[in-house]
């Protein structure tokens, strides 16, 4: 009972540090990641696709943030 309560609480930890309070942010990383994994497969160079992700998903999570906020 206790090992369940502990992998419970480990797993929800991870959940929300991941997600955090953006879901879609961690959406954009995970198909960033996904679409360079593929272009790496078909032989493209792909450096540029994570930091152009990280930037637009930081962009519209500010956006969001700030017109809920008005």
């Known amino acids: 009972m206790i ?3 502990w992998a ?4 929800l930890f991870w959940v929300d540090y991941i997600f955090g309070d953006d879901w879609t942010f961690a959406a954009v990383i995970g198909a ?4 360079t994994w593929g272009l ?5 160079p792909a ?5 152009l992700a990280v ?3 930081t962009v519209l999570s500010v956006r969001r943030a700030v ?4």
């Open 3 to 5: 090992l369940w309560r």
């Open 32 to 35: 960033a990641l996904l679409g």
């Open 55 to 57: 930037l637009g998903g």
């Open 47 to 51: 450096w540029w696709l994570l930091p």
């Open 67 to 70: 017109l809920r906020g008005r």
């Open 40 to 44: 790496v497969e078909a032989g493209v």
């Open 8 to 11: 419970r609480a480990f797993v």
